[in-house]
């Protein structure tokens, strides 16, 4: 496989390119518990508190989306000037605390910006996948890059 | 004399927090109670949290040179966030998966603005639901103004999959 070259503005992106990102991450109880109550997150569906119920512990699925797309910054989006937003963003399948997430990510699609030609949207699809195959989180996120 | 301890008296009530499936009615339009402000060590904690390593978040030299001139709210705790607001409201709803579909991001959310969110209930069928979630944040923080004045800063659908009460 090829080595993937760092993209810095619109025409470093290829879209077709499909990325293994470097990056891996243990999902820990620390890092979902923290994680959850600084969002505020009571809902049991996402964060079960208070729960003594034995068996894996389901990670609250925004924690999946923040680190996944971390995980994938430094390929994608480390030079954007913004986030414009997802198009979905999906949860197929829960992860628990002690699965080890990895990061892939799909350059979509790219286009100049009608308005302001120095300006160029990139469109990409990223997927968290566990140690184990499982596809825990889909998205299809557009941001804002320079042109030139 | 000893203190008496060790005894509870029995519960005469039980507390049952939030909306469930009965509340989800087509047209219905709910302003969330909850507000939070993001404050400059959430957004920094969650960024390093999430290993994500745009500078705009992390490098207030580097954010005060960009257009926005000063750091962005880090999407995901965004997310999370106005998501947790609205999920707490139907803590009673049985939920089984949930979707996100055509966020926007409409105006930048700085660290120290306040988010709270509106939702409204577009379409409704047997376990199913189909929201129209709005973010607002006060523009205080940014202009220093003393009206609270809400700005919509991101819009999306919220599609959920629950089980409806036997």
């Known amino acids: ?148 | 004399m000893p203190f008496e301890t060790g005894s509870a008296p029995p519960a005469t009530h039980v507390e049952r927090y939030g909306m469930g499936a009965h509340d989800l009615v087509q047209g219905a339009v709910f302003e969330h109670e909850t507000r939070r402000t993001l404050l400059d060590h959430d957004n920094t904690l969650v960024s390093l949290l999430a290993m994500n390593t745009h500078p705009v978040h992390i490098d207030y030299a580097y954010a005060a040179a960009t257009e926005f001139g000063k750091p962005l709210a880090v999407s995901p705790l965004l997310v999370s966030t106005l998501s947790a607001i609205v999920f707490n409201d139907f803590r009673q709803l049985a939920l089984r998966s949930f979707e996100i579909r055509e966020m926007t991001f409409k105006v930048p959310v700085f660290p120290n603005n306040t988010l709270r969110a509106r939702s409204e209930v577009l379409e409704r069928s047997d376990g199913f639901a189909l929201l129209a979630l709005s973010g607002f944040k006060d523009t205080d923080a940014d202009t220093g103004s003393a009206e609270n004045r809400d700005t919509e800063f991101c819009a999306c659908r919220l599609a959920l999959c629950f089980a409806e009460p036997g």
């Open chain 1, 1 to 148: 496989m090829d080595i993937y070259v760092y993209p810095h503005e619109f025409d470093d992106f290829a879209v077709g390119q499909v990325i293994e990102h470097e990056q891996r991450r243990v999902l820990t109880e620390a890092d979902n518990l923290l994680f959850s109550r600084m969002s505020g997150h009571e809902h049991p569906a996402l964060f079960p508190y208070g729960s003594a119920a034995a068996g894996p512990v389901p990670v609250n699925p925004f924690l999946v989306l923040a680190i996944v797309g971390g995980i994938s910054v430094r390929a994608t989006s480390k030079g954007a000037i913004a986030n414009l937003g997802w198009k979905y963003v999906r949860f197929p399948e829960r992860a628990f605390v002690g699965d080890e997430l990895r990061a892939i990510t799909e350059i979509r699609g790219k286009r100049q910006s009608k308005s302001n030609p120095a300006r160029g949207i990139v469109n990409i699809g990223t997927y968290g996948l566990t140690q184990d195959g499982r596809v825990v989180s889909e998205t299809d996120r557009s941001f804002m890059v320079r042109v030139g």
